[in-house]
């Protein structure tokens, strides 16, 4: 097989034999070839290659922009994502008991979303205390009402001797028993009012015991004091009636880990399920310590994954970093730890990607494309430019790189002529333009695909 048949084979998508010229659509004749007939078309050499639409969805051709970049200071540096913090939600148990897990390793869970239930004998004990407070309170109720009422009665009885004694009094007579009485009843009152007191402060510290033995079950459960004294319509409150104690999420995530064995008998302060926020991540990597000092004015972070099928050069997420507390001194280098402003799919704890920050200078930004839009073709490298004016068509270009070792970050690689801010370059694909553009080591000057994937060169 000689090497024109090897590069048609090598683009061919499908397993398609390349068409005849006489079999070629109407826009295949704006090309050179002989026709059937003997009679020449000439056309003049050109750089252009067409891509139309079914050719790149053939190919898998896909664009890049062009970007203003400081390529020259550019420091790209490598790490990885970790979780934060405060990303983690350990739910433990609150008092001893068995355990029944409603949940399994890496499911996805909302908040409010029962995660295990357990039975204790402790929260017999706990709902046992609160009925013994609230029965208190209860008969220090009715030692104030009856406190009261005796004091009432008391009053009532002063208020008809003293009418007794004043229509005696009215007639002269002087009824000595009467007037006892009225003095003895009088100096009971005193006592009467002190003991009403006594009861009403008895009352007040029930209902204080009350109130902190539902605080410290509430505690237990780690539950709102409110979900143990609702009630549903005429019921007993829910302390009365809850058997079952079931923990919740306090927020939304994937099960992390499940700690014990379902049906387990787990101690007061045990670990059972830990909930973890896989999109609350930072990300950490380390830079040299002696370009610390031109970092610390950097205000341009992005992280960028590593270059794959799944995400092209220009893949990126602006971020925000800091500088770690400590240095390494066998390594020299200090660390950072970025933010990302958005989240992404493919920011998962673990995952490793790249921090591209901006060193302070003075250079202005250049045009620059991805590294991997720059093809080897011999001596020379080139790229493929679509046209602005033809989006079905791109041309390629030799490119007039930057003087190294400024003109390439290992991501992206600076252009000085040829192309203008807003263009579009080929990315996926180039290498298939790149071989169908050569032939035995010289270029060829230009040329089409057929929509099976297949090429025609311009002769």
């Given at each position: 097989?000689?090497?024109?048949?090897?590069?048609?084979?090598?683009?061919?998508?499908?397993?398609?034999?390349m068409?005849?010229?006489?079999?070629?659509?109407p826009?295949?004749?704006?090309?050179?070839?002989?026709?059937?007939?003997?009679?020449?078309?000439?056309?003049?050499?050109?750089?252009?290659?067409?891509?139309?639409?079914?050719?790149?969805?053939?190919?898998?051709?896909?664009?890049?922009e062009?970007?203003?970049?400081?390529?020259?200071?550019?420091?790209?540096?490598?790490?990885?994502?970790e979780?934060?913090?405060t990303?983690?939600?350990?739910?433990?148990?609150?008092?001893?008991?068995?355990?029944?897990?409603?949940?399994?390793?890496?499911?996805?869970?909302?908040?409010?979303?029962p995660?295990?239930?357990?039975?204790?004998?402790?929260?017999?004990?706990?709902?046992s205390?609160?009925?013994?407070?609230?029965?208190?309170?209860?008969?220090a109720?009715?030692?104030?009402?009856?406190?009261?009422?005796?004091?009432?009665?008391t009053?009532?009885r002063?208020?008809?001797?003293?009418?007794?004694?004043?229509?005696?009094?009215?007639?002269?007579?002087?009824?000595?028993?009467?007037?006892?009485?009225?003095?003895?009843?009088?100096?009971?009152?005193?006592r009467?009012?002190?003991?009403?007191?006594?009861?009403?402060t008895?009352?007040?510290?029930?209902?204080?015991?009350?109130?902190?033995?539902?605080?410290?079950a509430?505690?237990?459960?780690?539950?709102?004091?409110?979900?143990?004294?609702?009630?549903?319509?005429?019921?007993?409150?829910?302390?009365?009636?809850?058997?079952?104690?079931?923990?919740q999420?306090?927020?939304?995530?994937?099960?992390?880990?499940?700690?014990?064995?379902?049906?387990?008998?787990?101690?007061?302060?045990?670990?059972?399920?830990?909930i973890?926020?896989?999109?609350?991540?930072?990300?950490?990597?380390?830079?040299?310590?002696?370009?610390?000092?031109?970092?610390?004015?950097?205000?341009?972070?992005?992280i960028?994954?590593?270059?794959?099928?799944?995400?092209?050069?220009?893949?990126?997420v602006?971020?925000?970093?800091?500088?770690?507390?400590?240095?390494?001194?066998?390594?020299?280098?200090?660390?950072?730890?970025?933010?990302?402003?958005?989240?992404?799919?493919?920011?998962r704890?673990?995952?490793?990607?790249?921090?591209?920050?901006?060193?302070?200078?003075?250079?202005?930004?250049?045009?620059?494309?991805?590294?991997?839009?720059?093809?080897?073709?011999?001596?020379?490298?080139?790229?493929?430019?679509?046209?602005?004016?033809d989006?079905?068509?791109?041309i390629?270009?030799?490119?007039?790189?930057?003087?190294?070792?400024?003109?390439?970050?290992?991501?992206?690689?600076?252009?000085?002529?040829?192309?203008?801010?807003?263009d579009?370059?080929?990315?996926?694909?180039?290498?298939?333009?790149?071989?169908?553009?050569?032939?035995?080591?010289?270029t060829?000057?230009?040329?089409?695909?057929?929509?099976?994937?297949?090429?025609?060169?311009?002769?």
């Amino acid at each position: 097989m000689n090497a024109r048949s090897l590069i048609i084979t090598v683009l061919a998508v499908f397993p398609v034999a390349m068409a005849g010229c006489g079999d070629r659509s109407p826009v295949d004749t704006e090309h050179d070839h002989t026709h059937t007939d003997g009679r020449m078309e000439a056309a003049g050499p050109t750089n252009r290659v067409e891509i139309p639409p079914v050719v790149r969805d053939n190919l898998g051709i896909t664009f890049a922009e062009v970007e203003r970049r400081h390529v020259s200071r550019t420091r790209r540096v490598p790490g990885r994502f970790e979780l934060l913090p405060t990303a983690r939600r350990e739910h433990r148990m609150m008092i001893s008991g068995h355990v029944e897990l409603l949940v399994e390793q890496y499911d996805a869970v909302d908040a409010g979303q029962p995660l295990f239930r357990f039975r204790s004998a402790e929260w017999s004990s706990l709902q046992s205390e609160i009925v013994t407070a609230e029965q208190d309170v209860h008969q220090a109720e009715a030692a104030v009402r009856v406190a009261e009422a005796t004091v009432n009665e008391t009053e009532k009885r002063l208020e008809i001797h003293r009418a007794r004694l004043d229509a005696l009094s009215g007639a002269e007579i002087r009824r000595a028993d009467l007037e006892l009485q009225y003095a003895e009843t009088e100096a009971s009152l005193a006592r009467l009012e002190a003991e009403r007191d006594q009861q009403a402060t008895r009352l007040r510290a029930a209902r204080v015991q009350s109130d902190q033995a539902i605080t410290r079950a509430a505690a237990a459960l780690n539950m709102p004091r409110e979900a143990l004294l609702e009630r549903d319509g005429d019921s007993q409150p829910r302390y009365r009636t809850l058997d079952a104690v079931i923990v919740q999420a306090a927020e939304g995530g994937v099960v992390e880990s499940i700690a014990i064995t379902n049906g387990a008998y787990v101690e007061r302060a045990a670990l059972v399920v830990t909930i973890a926020s896989p999109e609350r991540v930072r990300f950490r990597a380390s830079i040299l310590q002696s370009e610390f000092n031109r970092a610390i004015g950097s205000s341009a972070a992005r992280i960028v994954p590593p270059q794959s099928s799944d995400h092209g050069a220009a893949e990126r997420v602006d971020a925000t970093f800091t500088f770690g507390l400590e240095a390494s001194p066998q390594q020299r280098t200090i660390e950072l730890i970025a933010i990302a402003r958005e989240h992404r799919p493919w920011m998962r704890p673990g995952v490793s990607a790249f921090l591209e920050i901006t060193l302070d200078g003075t250079d202005r930004p250049e045009l620059a494309i991805p590294r991997s839009a720059l093809m080897k073709d011999g001596m020379q490298h080139v790229f493929f430019r679509r046209d602005p004016r033809d989006p079905n068509a791109a041309i390629r270009v030799e490119a007039d790189l930057g003087p190294a070792p400024g003109n390439d970050d290992g991501r992206w690689v600076v252009i000085r002529s040829g192309l203008r801010l807003g263009d579009e370059v080929v990315l996926n694909g180039a290498y298939e333009l790149m071989l169908a553009t050569q032939q035995s080591g010289s270029t060829m000057q230009g040329g089409h695909f057929h929509p099976d994937g297949t090429w025609h060169a311009d002769h």
